[in-house]
């Protein structure tokens, strides 16, 4: 599939793109963070996949409105937050969950989210308390509400400021590497969540859980040095190793990547040699593919 | 993790971003009372009223605009010094937290947040103003107290508190460390020390323009003659307090014409009310020249017996405290002597008071006291022995009986450079040390920290009388010694005892004490009264 009917494919027909980016760049001094990403998302979960340093966290945080990019068009929720309106209007409907979210210590669960919902402007107390509740029941923290953030875990503050991005229901949520650190039952359940979440809306999932793309997201986009690599359907950058994926009882040295597994065999991606045995690929295989071929060139 | 069951509130579309503020001001507001500083501050700076109530030891004669004036004193390092570390704190939050990544993104601007962070001091500055209500209401109601209660004065600590959080909010938006609020505030102590100073030297400028302003006399005056412009230092600091707020506002984002038009309401504002501090008021110097040279005409004067007692309006609760040590002083006298008409003129040097190091001389002082004194004939009340606008600490209780034993005694008050010696010293000792148990009290304070003679100053006046060491040696041993007989001795040599060529010796032997060394010619001060 190519990229650009890739991002048309996950837009239905009459919708608004939740995203609309176009050649977004970014640059830190001489390095350039984002280098004209362009990009379209829609609803569903999306996920986003790239190595540490690849520029994820830039572009969420550029999405977040929390940064604003040097050259580019960006289009959010149907507005521009390169503007001041437009920037407001896209906060309003913004759900942002940043890598290592901070903490009050000495607030409880409750208070923290509460103070999330008065600066989304959520300004009548009842309504305001009803919300707060509701995001920590979808959370699972009903009963740590009254616990101060000290006293909680570290999978429990994952999900405290979880339930701080979904406060007031927004349209669109974006997600920097919220599973990081946590448990696989603790994973597993937010997987339910994000499923849930992006049944209504659109979510923007950047992770290095590749499993969690697989079973997750409707669209995958991998950045790698500030630039779109790829933008499909998981199974389409699982399909980028078709036929590069193979086992033998050695190493291969000349494999992109070779590993030896639990069954005591080498999984090899990359070049296969005459008579490998193939496997079929994972969206890892395709990943790494993707990566590393870039990486080499 | 569960479904969610109750109904989902969105994000308005468009809410008053006023509303937001002041949601968010009420829960800063409650984070700031919450804060352990500011539970600290609070504690510590009710914990002297505790201790007075808990030792018994509550001034039971306050001067109120006075008291009002040390509780500005307190409060400000106290309460204002945890305002503004308070306030640079919870503003620092998000930063300190690391949950500025978060809340940059959310709705509610910048320049609204810093308003409700400024709004969020509002209630402690009130439960501060409470406080100090409190506090110089339960004076009030005290039987002895005096003086007036100023409510621009009460103001005046909550509106420092105002201002210092003000303060705090704007280094927090100006500096995003923690460690710049505290340094702040020793700075802040520092000029607050040098403006200590400098009104103690009459420097009108720094007393005025820092926000306590501190009392240049070392004594309470009359109500009505309080030279402090306490309206418009309060709105001085109200436009300081304003001028930070427009600050920080600005430091946040705020920009353009309401920007503009606050920053030069507050500025203009600011310097009206700074300059007007300055403003000289004639009729208060005059009154405060009448109140100093001839009292009458603004006193009020009770008679109780055969006593007339003439005090400043606003001090006639002391009037019963006064009266219980002259009641002690009489006590002892023979009766002839007891039942000489006496009246008591309170007295004060309103002006002309010399601060900043200067000094006055004998001369003046005589010139002064003989006025005053001439004055004070002509109201009516010849020989009245002065009393000053402090009381309630054993000194000023010790030195007023001594000005009344002196009057029994001479017949005359309190002179600038009084020296009472011979057995008249040793009585006049004793009279002030079996007056009252305040009197009692003065005089041991006195005598541990005199030398060479016992003084009783006025420090209000200056005028006052001192007894050689050898002469007062006698008086305070006559005090161990069983007071009837002690009395009735005295009494039945009263005539005796009070000549001025009677020796301490004698005094001594009548008394049944050892006889004192003799001091050598060289050390023994010449005797004037």
Known sequence: MSIDAAAAATTPPGTTAAVQADGLTLRYGRKAALDGVTLTLGPGVTGLLGPNGAGKTTLLRILATALAPDTGSLRVLGHDPLTGPGRLAVRRRLGYLPQDPGFHPGFTAFEFVDYVAILKELTHRGDRHAEVRRVLSTVGLDDQRRTRIRALSGGMRQRVALAAALVGDPDLLILDEPTVGLDPQQRMRFRELFADLGEDRAVLLSTHQTEDVMSLCRQVVVIDQGTVRFTGTPAALAALADGRVWTSATREPRALASWRTGTGLHRHVGDPPPGAELLPPTIEDGYLMLVDLHGAS | ?529
């Not at chain 2, 412009?229 to 506002?249: F, I, K, N, Q």
């Not at chain 2, 920007?259 to 700074?274: N, R, S, V």
């Not at chain 2, 009252?436 to 006025?458: C, E, H, N």
């Not at chain 2, 001025?500 to 008394?511: G, V």
Request: glycine share 8%.
């Open chain 2, 1 to 529: 993790m569960t479904t969610a069951v109750a109904p989902r509130v969105s994000a308005p579309a468009r809410v008053p971003r006023r509303r937001a503020m002041l949601a968010l001001a009420r829960v800063e507001s409650v984070r700031f009372l919450r804060h352990p500083l500011t539970i600290a501050a609070l504690l510590l700076f009710v914990s002297p009223w505790i201790y007075d109530l808990a030792t018994g030891t509550t001034d039971r004669y306050p001067v109120l605009h006075d008291k009002a004036v040390d509780l500005q004193i307190l409060g400000i390092f106290v309460l204002g010094g945890g305002a503004l570390i308070v306030a640079n704190l919870n503003v620092l939050r998000a930063h300190r937290h690391h949950t500025d990544a978060l809340y940059s993104t959310l709705v509610l601007p910048d320049p609204w947040r810093t308003g409700a962070f400024l709004l969020a001091a509002l209630p402690y500055a009130a439960v501060v103003a409470a406080l100090v209500t409190a506090r110089i209401g339960a004076l009030a109601l005290l039987p002895g107290a005096a003086g007036r209660i100023d409510p621009a004065e009460l103001a005046t600590t909550p509106a420092v508190v105002l201002l210092l959080a003000a303060v705090g909010v704007l280094l927090a938006k100006l500096v995003r460390s923690a460690i710049v609020a505290p340094l702040a505030m020793f700075g802040f102590a520092v000029a607050a020390f040098v403006a200590l100073v400098a009104a103690a030297r009459g420097n009108t400028v720094l007393r005025l323009l820092l926000p306590v302003m501190f009392t240049d006399l070392p004594f309470s005056l009359p109500a009505e003659l309080v030279d402090r412009p306490s309206l418009r230092h309060l709105a001085y600091l109200a436009g300081l307090a304003a001028l930070v707020a427009v600050a920080a506002l600005a430091r946040s984002g705020v920009r353009g014409r309401p920007l503009a038009a606050a920053l030069t309401l507050a500025t203009a504002f600011t310097a009206t009310a700074g300059a007007a501090q300055f403003h000289t008021d004639d009729a208060l110097r005059r009154a405060a020249i009448t109140a100093t040279a001839n009292p009458a005409a603004t006193q009020a004067c009770h008679r109780r017996g055969d006593v007339t007692y003439c005090a400043f309006t606003d001090f006639t609760p002391w009037i019963p405290g006064w009266e219980a040590v002259v009641r002690g002083v009489r006590r002892p006298a023979p009766a002839t002597v007891a039942a000489t008409p006496l009246s008591v003129r309170q007295r004060v040097w309103a002006y002309g008071y010399p601060t900043g190091g200067a000094s006055s001389n004998v001369a003046d002082e005589t010139g002064r006291n003989t006025a005053w004194e001439q004055a004070a004939a002509a109201a009516g009340t010849p020989a009245a022995i002065p009393v000053s606008t402090t009381w309630g600490d054993g000194r000023s209780e010790a030195t007023f009986a001594a000005a009344v034993a002196l009057r029994l005694m001479t017949g005359s008050a309190f002179a600038p450079t009084g020296t009472v010696c011979g057995a008249r010293g040793a009585l006049l000792v004793w009279l002030v040390g079996q007056a009252t148990p305040g009197t009692a009290t003065g005089l041991r304070d006195l005598d541990a920290s005199s030398w060479g003679a016992l003084v009783f100053t006025d420090a209000t006046t200056f005028m006052g009388v001192s007894v050689p060491d050898h002469d007062a040696a006698s008086g305070l041993a006559a005090l161990g010694r069983p007071h009837a007989e002690m009395a009735a001795l005295f009494a039945a040599n009263w005539t005796e005892l009070t000549d001025p060529a009677t020796p301490t010796d004698r005094f001594a032997a009548l008394a049944g004490l050892p006889l004192a060394p003799q001091p050598s010619p060289e050390e023994r001060p010449a005797c004037t009264i």
